[in-house]
Every structure is written in C-alpha cells, then in structure tokens.
C-alpha cells in the first residue's frame, strides 16, 4: 500500500456539511446536515466537489467510503433552497439549470475519481440521493434502508438522477422506480443491481470499511487505469470495446506493480509491496 500518511480532520455540526477522515489508505467522507437529511443544498455540492478534487490527488487515498453521521443518507436537493429562488426575474430558470448542472458535475466526477468509491447506505437515499448511491462504484447498505427515486410524487419527474439510475439497473426497472415513485426495501434494490450487499445495520461500516480495505491493499495504479477502462468501454460497440480493453491491458502490463505481482505469482512467492506505478 506504501507509505501511510494518515490524517484525521473533523468539523462541529453546525460548521461543516461533511467531515473527513483519511487513514490506511482509506478516505471516508461523511454527510453532516442530519436536520436537512443530508439535502444537496449549494454549499453541500460546492464542498463535496472540493474534497473529491482534492482526493483525486491524494496518492495516499486508495478507496473512498461516503456516509453518513445521521440516520438517514441523503434525501436528494433542497427544495426549499430552490422554491426561494423562484422569485428571481425568470422563476428561477437559470440557477435551475446552474444547480443541476452542478450536481451533474459531482456524479461525474466520482465516475471519474482514480479511486473507487463506495456508498455506505442507512436510512433512506431518495431522488438525488439515490443518484448519488447509483453513481458510487460500489454500494452496501442496511437491511433497513430504502431507496426511491420519488420526483414524480411532487411534479417533478428525477431527470438527471434517472440517468446514473439507468445505467445501473434494466431499462423496466428504471422505469418502475421513476414512474411510481415508490420506496423499495435495501434487498428489492441488491436484487436489481443498484447495491452490492445488504447487511444488518450494526455490520454497515465494517462491511464498507472491509471492501474499501480489500481495494486499498490491491496496485493503486491497476485500480485506477482498469476503473477508467471500465466506464469507457460500457458504451461503445464490442468490436470498438475489446481493441480498447486490449490496449489498456497491454498499457497494464508495462507498469511496475504488474511486472512485480506476475512474477511473484509465478514465483509463488508473496505480493510485492505496490508502488503504485
């Protein structure tokens, strides 16, 4: 794993939306507005893209969980922050799209973050928030959670959360949640291939901090080129899909980390320590 430069920050309630920590490679991130349950509000947004940012390039991180302090996940925007600003001259258009632009941003950026992140899942996870989980790489969660993509409920069809959610289960299930708004059980969602696991509540973060501890003890630079390749391939043609894997694989097998890992294993002999190169 290389050298551990671990650090710990932490934050009151009232002053922070998320509080960090860092240690043994792993980065935990959590969601700290338990009164607005975790909203997407700006300033939630604006400092969720500032610590990803920062992670991208942390060669000490080698996995992310994202959690939360409270009892429940995220419950997606926040409305009443987005009703105020329809007084704006043009009800609010513009910071409309501002606002949605940005949060599409974020779920892109943890597609493309170097390190893989998990979704650590209690309580509910609903609209945004559920499109947060989707566009997590991994996600485990509590047999109590729910999760709902529940826009159409309140008039307003889960558009851009429609697209994370759209890639990670079958088209008809998709459209089950986003059309009947309805909440589903932790187990409903594993079966559909939203999450990864389910697990008792008191199991939660050790069962995220085991996944994020296997990933952290394999090559960070194997993890990050085969994640990319991952999301890249997903949409082109099979043809166009295998001639990319298969260069990326050959750009693998220059690395240092696979050059020492295949002869360790042929050796039969103990995984290196990774450099990361």
């Given at each position: 794993?290389?050298?551990?430069?671990?650090?710990?920050?932490?934050?009151?309630?009232?002053?922070?939306?998320i509080l960090l920590a860092v240690e043994n490679?792993?980065?935990?991130?959590?969601?700290?507005?338990?009164?607005?349950?975790?909203?997407?509000?700006?300033?939630?947004?604006?400092?969720?893209q500032t610590t990803f940012d920062r992670l991208?390039?942390?060669?000490?991180?080698?996995?992310?969980?994202?959690?939360?302090?409270?009892?429940?996940?995220?419950?997606?925007?926040?409305?009443?922050?987005?009703?105020?600003?329809?007084?704006?001259?043009?009800?609010?258009?513009?910071?409309?799209?501002?606002?949605?632009?940005?949060?599409?941003?974020?779920?892109?950026?943890?597609?493309?973050?170097?390190?893989?992140?998990?979704?650590?899942?209690?309580?509910?996870?609903?609209?945004?928030?559920?499109?947060?989980?989707?566009?997590?790489?991994?996600?485990?969660?509590?047999?109590?959670?729910?999760?709902?993509?529940?826009?159409?409920?309140?008039?307003?069809?889960?558009?851009?959360?429609?697209?994370?959610?759209?890639?990670?289960?079958?088209?008809?299930?998709?459209?089950?949640?986003?059309?009947?708004?309805?909440?589903?059980?932790?187990?409903?969602?594993?079966?559909?291939?939203?999450?990864?696991?389910?697990?008792?509540?008191?199991?939660?973060?050790?069962?995220?901090?085991?996944?994020?501890?296997?990933?952290?003890?394999?090559?960070?630079?194997?993890?990050?080129?085969?994640?990319?390749?991952?999301?890249?391939?997903?949409?082109?043609?099979?043809?166009?899909?295998?001639?990319?894997?298969?260069?990326?694989?050959?750009?693998?097998?220059?690395?240092?980390?696979?050059?020492?890992?295949?002869?360790?294993?042929?050796?039969?002999?103990?995984?290196?320590?990774?450099?990361?190169?």
């Amino acid at each position: 794993m290389g050298q551990d430069n671990s650090t710990v920050e932490t934050h009151s309630v009232d002053e922070m939306p998320i509080l960090l920590a860092v240690e043994n490679g792993v980065a935990v991130i959590t969601l700290n507005r338990p009164k607005a349950i975790n909203a997407l509000s700006e300033d939630m947004l604006a400092i969720l893209q500032t610590t990803f940012d920062r992670l991208a390039s942390d060669s000490a991180v080698k996995a992310i969980i994202l959690r939360t302090s409270s009892s429940h996940f995220c419950a997606g925007h926040n409305l009443k922050e987005m009703t105020l600003r329809r007084e704006d001259d043009d009800n609010g258009k513009a910071y409309f799209q501002d606002l949605f632009a940005t949060c599409s941003k974020l779920m892109q950026t943890i597609i493309t973050q170097p390190q893989p992140v998990i979704a650590e899942v209690r309580g509910i996870a609903t609209a945004a928030g559920c499109q947060l989980v989707a566009a997590c790489d991994l996600a485990v969660a509590s047999d109590t959670a729910r999760f709902a993509t529940s826009g159409v409920n309140i008039g307003l069809f889960c558009s851009t959360p429609m697209v994370a959610l759209s890639r990670n289960v079958t088209r008809k299930q998709a459209m089950e949640m986003l059309l009947l708004g309805e909440f589903l059980s932790a187990e409903r969602v594993c079966q559909m291939g939203l999450i990864n696991r389910v697990v008792s509540e008191g199991s939660l973060e050790d069962e995220a901090m085991k996944l994020a501890q296997i990933i952290a003890d394999k090559s960070s630079a194997a993890v990050k080129i085969g994640k990319k390749a991952f999301y890249e391939q997903l949409d082109m043609p099979l043809p166009q899909a295998y001639a990319y894997a298969g260069q990326v694989m050959a750009e693998n097998m220059l690395f240092q980390d696979a050059e020492a890992g295949i002869g360790a294993f042929i050796a039969k002999e103990t995984m290196p320590q990774w450099k990361g190169k």
